[in-house]
């Protein structure tokens, strides 16, 4: 079954430090792999995806990620973290059967502190 | 663009009572999702539909839970009878082009649902 794992629940960085989310995936044939937010007592906002192409991927919010097949690995980035980034971030990947639907990590806590 | 309309936004009902959430999609998107997400867990899909089809439903406790769509919009979820794990947030979410992997999915807030 198409699976990621957040390695991390919470993680902890000083504002204006850059900061990475941990996702690795577990997924036959070519990934599709997503990074979504979700701030308190919220849905979750879509903020970037890996179809294909270029393994740094660019989305909102100034948030970036690099896919990684070797290391299996889709890891979040953003060069200078905001206190206003401070949220629940999930990973996310399509879900065995094909379409949209997807299965979600376990989440990342990050807080960002001043 | 209107997003993903949910309601109610919070529940509190007791043990063995019923309760029901609705969800409005964006226009014109054919496929809406019910995800459970219990506390410190990620989102777990319960039911997708395709218009007013079902397409999975694998994942769905039948002997509680239910799922309608109508007319191929609108949707509707409802436990009955509740049980204390139920307790969680319900995400429904709309997404085009349900055959071609890789379109993101728009997620409403959620509702809330306590059971005491």
């Known amino acids: 079954a198409q699976s990621v794992a957040q390695p991390e629940d919470q993680v902890n960085v000083a504002e204006g430090n850059p900061l990475t989310v941990k996702c690795t995936y577990s997924?036959?044939?070519?990934?599709?792999l997503f990074w979504y937010v979700q701030y308190p007592n919220r849905g979750l906002q879509f903020l970037l995806k890996y179809i294909t192409g270029d393994n740094l991927v660019k989305g909102s919010y100034g948030f970036e990620a690099e896919f990684n097949k070797s290391q299996t690995s889709f890891h979040l980035k953003k060069p200078s973290a905001l206190v206003s980034d401070s949220a629940l971030y999930f990973c996310a990947t399509p879900m065995t059967g094909g379409g949209n639907k997807l299965t979600f990590g376990t989440g990342t806590q990050l807080k960002v502190e001043l | 663009e209107a997003g993903v309309a949910q309601s109610p936004r919070y529940k509190i009902i007791e043990k063995r009572q019923s309760v029901a959430f609705w969800c409005n999609p964006i226009s014109g998107h054919a496929t809406l999702y019910w995800y459970q997400q219990i506390l410190g867990q990620g989102p777990k899909l319960l039911i997708q539909f395709q218009n007013n089809g079902v397409v999975d439903d694998s994942q769905l406790p039948k002997d509680r839970f239910s799922a309608e769509r109508l007319k191929g919009v609108d949707s509707t979820l409802k436990i009955q009878p509740a049980k204390l794990e139920d307790s969680a947030v319900y995400l429904c979410?709309?997404?085009?082009?349900?055959?071609?992997?890789?379109?993101?999915?728009?997620f409403g807030e959620g509702s809330r649902l306590t059971v005491l």
């Open positions: 979410a709309s997404s085009s082009l349900s055959g071609k992997a890789g379109r993101e999915l728009f």
């Open positions: 997924v036959s044939g070519n990934p599709y």
